[in-house]
């Protein structure tokens, strides 16, 4: 988690953004705060914030607009706030890059919590930085603490027990391990260490639950990711703590991997990459090979 947390919340409603701006102040943030969605766009721009809050409806432009647009420049995250509880209005918001949409009134205390589930997964850009061993101590990988399993450097599948990554031969340095520690399958490339993803050679540009979700997978291999897994994986908890996931939440994973599918070009029909296994979840189509 960086030193310096910033926060922007774009908010139409007095009541509701000073609710925002003390609760976010409570927790840590150096809030800025704008009362329409082209002010707050020029906030983002202007402070890099980690954190963005916006109201869906805006007196110039609404929400969803204002969350496409900060999405060009930005890896923060986004949370939506609406009074509207319909499926689509929940869909179309994650579909403009929002990490999660939270419907008014809601509770400071819940607010508070999601908002921390979500800083302490890495944004891009902020590269962890744990020493590898010497060829024979598994280092942690940057998700360790969510379970995910991990994936061995001979490419044997799904590790057992905590996440780890082996390292593969004598000492390596942090340098050397930042820039060339990667997950490959077949033209896809994911650099844990770097929040990076590349495709057939392009850079991917992705929104931070985007890539824990391929980050996931990846290291899952061929292992079936159920939705309530990845569900309790985005917000912060164990996969398999027995949280209640409701069908909405199953739905925003299928949007969520929609978009990501999208982003890497991946055919939903032929599924290259990421396949779908009906009634289950999902999983990659082959085992990543992880490369230092």
Same mark, same amino acid.
Request: charged share 25%; net charge negative; no cysteine.
């Given at each position: 988690?960086?030193?310096?947390?910033?926060?922007?919340?774009?908010?139409?409603?007095?009541?509701?953004?000073?609710?925002?701006?003390?609760?976010?102040?409570?927790?840590?943030?150096?809030?800025?705060?704008?009362?329409?969605?082209?002010?707050?766009?020029? /906030?983002?721009? %202007?402070? +890099?914030?980690?954190?963005?809050?916006?109201? *869906?409806?805006?007196?110039?432009? #609404? !929400?969803? &607009?204002?969350?496409?647009?900060?999405?060009?420049?930005?890896?923060?995250?986004?949370?939506?706030?609406?009074?509207?509880?319909?499926?689509?209005?929940?869909?179309?918001?994650?579909?403009?890059?929002?990490?999660?949409?939270?419907?008014?009134?809601?509770?400071?205390?819940?607010?508070?919590?999601?908002?921390?589930?979500?800083?302490?997964?890495?944004?891009?850009?902020?590269?962890?930085?744990?020493?590898?061993?010497?060829?024979?101590?598994?280092?942690?990988?940057?998700?360790?603490?969510?379970?995910?399993?991990?994936?061995?450097?001979?490419?044997?599948?799904?590790?057992?027990?905590?996440?780890?990554?082996?390292?593969?031969?004598?000492?390596?340095?942090?340098?050397?391990?930042?820039?060339? /520690?990667?997950? %490959?399958? +077949?033209?896809?490339?994911?650099?844990?260490? *770097?929040?990076?993803?590349?495709? #057939? !050679?392009? &850079?991917?540009?992705?929104?931070?639950?985007?890539?824990?979700?391929?980050?996931?997978?990846?290291?899952?291999?061929?292992?079936?990711?159920?939705?309530?897994?990845?569900?309790?994986?985005?917000?912060?908890?164990?996969?398999?703590?027995?949280?209640?996931?409701?069908?909405?939440?199953?739905?925003?994973?299928?949007?969520?991997?929609?978009?990501?599918?999208?982003?890497?070009?991946?055919?939903?029909?032929?599924?290259?990459?990421?396949?779908?296994?009906?009634?289950?979840?999902?999983?990659?189509?082959?085992?990543?090979?992880?490369?230092?």
């Amino acid at each position: 988690m960086e030193d310096r947390r910033v926060a922007v919340v774009v908010e139409d409603d007095d009541d509701i953004r000073g609710l925002m701006v003390a609760l976010l102040g409570q927790s840590g943030f150096e809030v800025h705060a704008a009362s329409t969605g082209t002010e707050g766009v020029e /906030l983002v721009r %202007e402070n +890099d914030p980690a954190l963005i809050t916006v109201d *869906l409806g805006l007196p110039d432009i #609404d !929400g969803y &607009e204002v969350t496409r647009r900060v999405r060009r420049f930005t890896d923060a995250y986004v949370v939506m706030l609406t009074a509207r509880t319909e499926e689509i209005d929940t869909l179309v918001g994650l579909d403009a890059g929002a990490d999660d949409y939270v419907t008014k009134p809601f509770r400071p205390r819940e607010m508070r919590a999601r908002i921390e589930a979500m800083m302490r997964r890495p944004r891009a850009g902020m590269v962890p930085s744990p020493a590898l061993g010497d060829g024979t101590t598994p280092a942690p990988a940057p998700s360790a603490d969510r379970g995910t399993p991990a994936v061995s450097a001979s490419g044997d599948g799904p590790a057992s027990g905590p996440v780890s990554v082996l390292a593969t031969s004598g000492p390596v340095s942090v340098l050397a391990t930042e820039t060339d /520690l990667r997950l %490959e399958l +077949d033209g896809l490339v994911l650099f844990p260490r *770097l929040h990076q993803v590349e495709a #057939d !050679g392009r &850079e991917i540009a992705m929104t931070p639950t985007e890539f824990l979700l391929l980050e996931t997978l990846m290291r899952s291999g061929r292992v079936v990711r159920a939705k309530t897994e990845l569900s309790r994986i985005i917000r912060g908890d164990e996969p398999d703590n027995g949280s209640f996931v409701s069908a909405s939440d199953e739905r925003t994973i299928e949007v969520h991997l929609g978009n990501l599918r999208r982003k890497l070009g991946d055919n939903p029909k032929s599924q290259r990459w990421v396949q779908t296994v009906r009634g289950v979840g999902y999983r990659m189509a082959g085992t990543p090979q992880m490369v230092s």
